[in-house]
C-alpha cells in the first residue's frame, strides 16, 4: 500500500513533524507515518558553509532504498515516498541555500524549516506561521516527487519560491492541474 | 510563453554544478542540457535552440571567454550569463564586453538567479516583438512609399528628413488621398523610437465616449459595455508616435483632455484613479482648415499651438502632375505583382488620360483607378477603357491646339475667380452665355 514515511533528522522540533501528518495525509490521500532515520548527518556537514548537503542527503537515502528493493523485491510498501525534516540550514553545492529539495519524479524528498523562521529575519516568533510555511514546503516537494514542475499560478502550492515572502503568497494547495497529477499519477 | 519552449544550456566542467543547475531549471518547467566542455556547448548550438546559456568562466581547454566570443560569432539570439568562482572584477568586465548578459559569482543566491533568468527571458521576448514590429513597419513603408520626383515632393521628403530625428510634434495636413499616413510612418521610421510602435488614432466619426475610451482606455466597468479593463492608444504608444488622424474633428472635451496628456504625459483610464504614465511623441494629420475652425470657436487654440509646431504640407495630385506617371506604374507593379498578372504597362491613350484627370481623390484614388485597371485588363497593357469612366471624362487639356489652350485658359480664369461666371467672362471679354457654352463643350466643372 501507498504511504508517505516522515523521516525527523537530528534535532529536529518533532511537534513541527507531527503537524504534518494530517494535512499530507488529506491531500495525498494515504498514510503518513513517523519512522526513524539512520542518516550519518555528519557526513554531510560542509563545515566551511555550516550547512548540510541536501543533494548528498536525497542521494543516500535513494541508495538506500534501492539496496533495501533488492534484499525484499516485492516487499510490502517498497512504493512509500520518504519525506526528510531538519531543522538545519540545508544547500545545494552551486546555491547558497535552499528551503527543500526532491527527487523530480522520484521518491525521496527533504525539508527544513532552518529559514523559514521568523527569527532567523528578526521578527518575532511566530508558531502557527512557520508550521504554515513547513506545510506548504512539505506539499511543493513531494508534489516535485510526483513530477510536478513549478506551477505559474501564485495560489498554487507548487508555485517557485525562493524567498520566505513568496511562500507566505503563495496558497496552502495544489490547483486543479497539479492536484490531478497527484492524485493520478502518469495519467 | 510555454516554459517547455524555453531553452536552457548549462556549460560547467563540474558536474555537481551542471546537475544542480540542471535539475533547478528542470524544477522550474524549462527544457535544460549541459555540457562539460565548450566544444561540446558549440555542438549542443547545432540543431537545438537556447534562449540561455549559463556558462562557467573557467574551464579547461576553450574557457567560457573564449567560448562566449565562438557563440556570439554564431548568434546574437542567445542570452550569456557567466559563472565565475569568485567575484573577479577583471574578468566579469571582460565578458561583459563581450556580450554577456551578466555574471553570477558561485555560490548562486537561488533568489537572484530566478529574478536574474525571468528578467533575461522578458528582455528577449521584448527584443522579438520589437523586431518583428520593425519588420512589419519596414514592410508597410516600403510598400507604400512616398513617390515622385516633383519639387513640391521632394520638398516634403526633405521636411520629413529633417523632423524625424527629433521629438517635435508634427502636423501633416493635405487634402484627404494624398498620403498623410505614409509621411507619420515614414517620420516615426526615421525618428529614434522606431523600434516602439506607432499608434494611430483616427478621431473621425466617433463619438465622445468611444473616442475618450480609444485614448485613454476605461477601467471594467466605466461605462456600459466596458466588461474589461483595456489600454488606450496613449498608454499603447508608450516609448512610440502617437498618430492622430483627423485630429480637426474631435469635440472639445476630448481636446481638453488631449491638451492635458500630451502637456504631462500623464492621464488616467476612463473610470479609474491610477495616474498612468507614457512617453510619446504626436503626430498628428487634417485636411481641415484648423485656423479657420479656431476662429469659429470649435477647436481649441491652446491645442492648435500645441500641435502645430512644425506642418508637413501634402500638395494635392493635381498640383504635382509631373508624379502620375510614376505613381501609377509604381501602382501597376504592386498589383500585378499582387494579382500575379502579367499586364506591362499603359498603352499611351491610357497614361494620357490619367495625367489629363484631376485626382479629386489624390494618390488614393489613382491606386483604386489602377488596381481596378490591373483587374479588368484582358491584354498586356491597360486601355484606355480599362480606367474607371470618370478619370477619362473630361481630360485635362495638354496639348497645344488652339482648343486646348482655350480649354486650359477658361479652366484657370474660372478658378481664379472661385467659379464667378460675371467676374470670368469680363477677364475673358466674351459674354456670360458664351462663357456658359465653352464650360458645357469642355466639360468644366467647379473643383471642391
Ligand atoms: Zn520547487
Ligand atoms: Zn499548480
Known amino acids: 500500500m501507498n504511504s ?23 491531500v495525498f490521500r494515504m498514510p503518513v507515518l513517523l519512522k526513524e532515520a ?32 533488492r534484499l525484499h523485491p516485492g516487499r510490502e510498501g517498497s512504493h512509500e515516498r520518504i519525506l526528510m ?3 538545519s540550514d540545508l544547500y545545494i553545492p552551486v546555491l547558497t541555500y ?43 516537494e513531494l508534489g516535485h516527487t510526483y513530477g510536478l514542475t513549478h506551477c505559474l499560478l501564485q495560489d498554487c502550492v507548487m508555485h517557485a519560491s525562493t524567498y520566505v515572502e513568496d511562500i507566505d503568497l503563495k496558497g496552502d494547495t495544489f490547483c486543479p492541474d497539479c492536484i490531478a497529477a497527484v492524485q493520478n499519477p502518469r495519467a | 510563453m510555454n516554459k517547455q519552449d524555453i531553452g536552457i544550456l548549462v556549460v560547467d566542467d563540474e558536474l555537481i554544478v551542471r546537475e544542480s543547475l540542471t535539475k533547478w531549471f528542470r524544477e522550474d518547467g524549462f527544457r535544460v542540457d549541459a555540457a562539460e566542455n565548450g566544444a561540446a556547448a558549440l555542438r549542443k548550438l547545432q540543431g537545438n535552440s537556447w534562449n540561455i546559456m549559463l556558462v562557467d568562466i573557467k574551464m579547461p581547454g576553450m574557457d567560457g571567454i573564449e567560448l562566449l566570443q565562438r557563440i556570439r560569432e554564431i548568434t546574437k539570439e542567445i542570452t550569456v550569463i ?75 521628403m526633405e521636411l520629413i528628413h529633417t523632423v524625424a530625428p527629433t521629438d517635435t510634434t508634427v502636423m501633416i495636413r493635405g487634402e484627404s488621398g494624398t498620403g498623410k499616413e505614409l509621411v507619420a510612418r515614414a517620420i516615426h521610421n526615421g525618428s529614434p523610437r522606431r523600434y516602439f510602435p506607432i499608434v494611430t488614432v483616427n478621431c473621425g466619426g466617433m463619438t465622445e465616449t468611444l473616442l475618450e475610451s480609444e485614448l485613454f482606455g476605461h477601467e471594467r466597468g466605466a461605462f456600459t459595455g466596458a466588461q474589461q479593463r483595456r489600454k488606450g492608444k496613449v498608454e499603447l504608444a508608450d516609448g512610440g508616435t502617437l498618430f492622430l488622424d483627423e485630429i480637426g474633428n474631435i469635440d472639445m472635451k476630448t481636446q481638453m483632455d488631449l491638451l492635458r496628456v500630451i502637456e504631462t504625459k500623464q492621464f488616467t483610464r476612463v ?8 512617453d510619446f511623441r504626436v503626430i498628428c494629420a487634417t485636411n481641415k482648415d484648423l485656423e479657420q475652425a479656431v476662429k469659429d470657436g470649435i477647436f481649441r487654440e491652446d491645442l492648435f499651438y500645441r500641435l502645430n509646431v512644425f506642418t508637413v504640407c501634402l500638395p494635392p495630385l493635381r498640383k504635382r502632375p509631373g508624379d502620375i506617371a510614376q505613381l501609377a506604374h509604381y501602382f501597376l507593379e504592386k498589383y500585378t505583382r499582387a494579382m500575379t498578372k502579367t499586364v506591362k ?104
Open chain 2, 82 to 156: 557567466i559563472i565565475t568562482a569568485f567575484a573577479s572584477v577583471d574578468s566579469a568586465v571582460k565578458a561583459l564586453k563581450e556580450g554577456a548578459y551578466d555574471y553570477i559569482t558561485k555560490p548562486i543566491d537561488p533568489d537572484y538567479l530566478d529574478h536574474l533568468i525571468e528578467k533575461a527571458l522578458k528582455e528577449q521576448q521584448l527584443v522579438r516583438e520589437n523586431r518583428q514590429l520593425r519588420d512589419t513597419v519596414s514592410e508597410l513603408s516600403t510598400a507604400g512609399e512616398i513617390i515622385g520626383d516633383s519639387p513640391e515632393i521632394r520638398n516634403v
Open chain 2, 271 to 278: 473610470g479609474g484613479t491610477d495616474i498612468i504614465r507614457s
Open chain 1, 98 to 140: 535552499v528551503f527543500g529539495e526532491a527527487e523530480l519524479g522520484g521518491r525521496v524528498a527533504i525539508v527544513s524549516y532552518y529559514r523559514l523562521r521568523n527569527e532567523l529575519y528578526g521578527l518575532p516568533l511566530q508558531r502557527p506561521l512557520l508550521l504554515k510555511r513547513i506545510c506548504k514546503e512539505a506539499l511543493h
Open chain 1, 4 to 26: 508517505i514515511h516522515l523521516l525527523p533528522l537530528g534535532d529536529v522540533d518533532r511537534g513541527i513533524v507531527e503537524s504534518l501528518q494530517q494535512p499530507l495525509s488529506r
Open chain 2, 345 to 448: 504597362s499603359f498603352t499611351p491613350e491610357a497614361m494620357h488620360a490619367l495625367k489629363g484627370y484631376d485626382w479629386p481623390g489624390n494618390v488614393r484614388e489613382l491606386e483604386n483607378a489602377v488596381e481596378r485597371a490591373v483587374v479588368v485588363c484582358k491584354g498586356p497593357s491597360i486601355e484606355k477603357d480599362d480606367l474607371p469612366v470618370q478619370t477619362v471624362a473630361a481630360p485635362r487639356p495638354d496639348g497645344r491646339k488652339l482648343e486646348d489652350i482655350e480649354h486650359r485658359y477658361i479652366a484657370e480664369v474660372l478658378d481664379e475667380t472661385g467659379w464667378n461666371i460675371t467676374r470670368s467672362a469680363s477677364i475673358l471679354d466674351i459674354d456670360r452665355v458664351t462663357l456658359y457654352h465653352k464650360i458645357e463643350k469642355f466639360g468644366l466643372k467647379r473643383k471642391q
Open chain 1, 85 to 87: 525534516v531538519f531543522g
Open chain 1, 38 to 69: 539512520n542518516l550519518p548527518l555528519d557526513a554531510f556537514f560542509d563545515e566551511a558553509r555550516g550547512q548540510y548537503n541536501s543533494t548528498a542527503m536525497i542521494q543516500f537515502l535513494r541508495n538506500e532504498q534501492s539496496a533495501l528493493a
